[in-house]
């Protein structure tokens, strides 16, 4: 898993709240991105970062919001927006985003659950 | 549409035997392709990548992939399986046009039996 950190490792929410999900890295990447996974599903991207204060949406952005204040921290918000919110959800980083033949490394992830 | 096709949902093989789990894709231009395992409960674990050169690459615990080209094909494989290997596998493109974009395969799950 890296030098990315990912907090708490279980989530339970109740319907109607929000929740953030914590991502940190120490890796001094630049980009960094949230995914979502599914049984049975591959991996959907929600949002990523390229830099500090910049963030585009994925695939699947509606129901979520992100920040990106400090380059090592790039926190995913579960609104109440997001119907279906139950997943494993990752969050990844990579030395920029414009870096082509660039990895992307993953945190252990963050289980949600909606009770 | 690009796509990346992992057509196996599970591959079983037997302690000791070769294993091979498939992918193939279908994007624009020459692709970058990637593996990586993931155990329960855990994050994903960067396996190998294929840039450009040799058709064969090799990657961590072992395993190594071959780029196929004309089949547009990036099959992950190993000479000697381990109970150990037994996870999931996931096959991943970046399409040369796109600067962030992975398009990922629904991963197979691969069992190893003593």
């Known amino acids: 898993d890296g030098g990315i950190t990912q907090s708490p490792k279980y989530l339970f929410r109740k319907e109607g709240q929000n929740v953030t999900l914590s991502c940190e890295q120490n890796?001094?990447?630049?980009?960094m991105y949230w995914y979502r996974q599914d049984p049975g599903q591959g991996l959907r991207l929600i949002y990523y970062s390229q830099i500090v204060n910049d963030f585009q949406k994925g695939d699947i952005a509606e129901g979520y919001s992100v920040s990106r204040e400090k380059k090592e921290s790039f926190p995913l918000t579960v609104t109440s927006a997001q119907k279906n919110p139950t997943a494993f959800y990752l969050c990844?980083?990579?030395?920029?985003?414009?870096?082509?033949?660039?990895?992307?490394?993953f945190g252990p992830g963050t289980r949600l659950t909606v009770l | 549409a690009q796509s990346v096709a992992q057509p196996e949902d599970q591959v079983n093989v037997a302690e000791g035997n070769p294993l091979t789990v498939k992918c193939t894709y279908s994007?624009?231009?020459?692709?970058?392709l990637f593996w990586y395992v993931q155990y329960p409960n855990r994050g994903l674990q960067f396996l190998l990548k294929y840039i450009t050169g040799d058709n064969l690459v090799k990657g961590s615990y072992g395993f190594e992939a071959e780029f196929n080209k004309s089949q547009t094909s990036f099959h992950l494989k190993k000479p000697s399986a381990l109970v150990s290997d037994s996870a999931l596998y996931f096959c991943?493109?970046?399409?040369?046009?796109?600067?962030?974009?992975?398009?990922w395969g629904a991963g197979t799950k691969l069992i190893i039996k003593p």
């Open positions: 994007v624009s231009g020459n692709p970058y």
């Open positions: 890796l001094n990447h630049d980009a």
């Open positions: 991943a493109v970046r399409p040369m046009d796109s600067n962030y974009q992975l398009i």
């Open positions: 990844a980083s990579s030395m920029s985003a414009g870096g082509f033949t660039d990895t992307q490394y």
